[in-house]
């Protein structure tokens, strides 16, 4: 529930009146950064830990309000409105304002970018599935293809992604599903037939 001096600000209920807010307390902390003088040297790392809650359906019809985009469904899901979220980063010492990385990355991938980052490197047995983008930001080296990412859902199906591609995992009541994210973000076209070797391959 948002603070009250946010409450009738918005114009999609009190979603987005804790967006407002959100937004106020996020400027608190890069004004006190801008204040300290340590703006230059300090990353920030503004992201979401899934899609929308599952109340994004009614805020379509009562608001007009999308919460999660173009994409498919919401928080709990399998599809990329569960998993697609806002990841923004702050450094201005390392990262050009404004600049932007359209390849995947997942926020696991976090541990392995500080690691790197202060010169620490991670034991053999942790963050397995972690892999730095530290190059992404400092420009140093183009960036390799991310392996595979796996999604899971509420639900307890399964999908990888990797690169454009995405093979949603077969459960008792649905069959498996393969989308071109770069083509079909929205997840709208099935074309598993049409890609017997894609799909072996994931």
């Keep these: 529930i948002p603070m009250k001096k946010f409450r009738g600000q918005g114009k999609a209920g009190a979603y987005g009146e804790f967006m407002i807010e959100t937004d106020y307390h996020v400027g ?3 004004d006190y950064l801008d204040q300290a003088k340590l703006s230059k040297n300090t990353l920030v790392i503004f992201t ?15 608001f ?30 390392q990262v050009k304002a404004a600049s932007q990385w359209t390849q995947p990355v997942c926020q696991t991938d976090i541990l392995a970018t500080l690691s790197e980052l202060v010169g620490q490197q991670l034991p053999a047995n942790a963050g397995e599935d972690s892999v730095s983008f530290l ?15 796996i999604h ?51």
Excluded at 48 to 62: Q, V, Y
Excluded at 153 to 162: D, E, F, L, N, P
């Design 28 to 30: 608190r902390i890069l």
């Design 48 to 62: 979401s830990d899934n899609g929308p809650e599952n109340t994004w359906k009614e805020r379509t019809t009562k």
């Design 64 to 93: 007009q309000h999308q919460s999660n985009g173009i994409y498919r469904e919401g928080k709990r899901s399998i599809y990329e409105g569960g998993h697609r979220v806002p990841f923004i980063l702050r450094w201005p010492a």
């Design 135 to 149: 190059n992404v930001l400092t420009g140093r080296k183009p960036q390799p293809q991310r392996p595979p990412m």
């Design 152 to 202: 899971h859902s509420m639900q307890g199906r399964y999908a990888i992604r990797s690169g454009e591609w995405k093979l949603v995992m077969e459960t008792r009541k649905t069959g498996r599903e393969l989308y071109n994210l770069a083509n079909d973000p929205r997840e709208s076209r099935n074309i598993l037939g049409q890609h017997p070797q894609i799909v072996a391959e994931l």
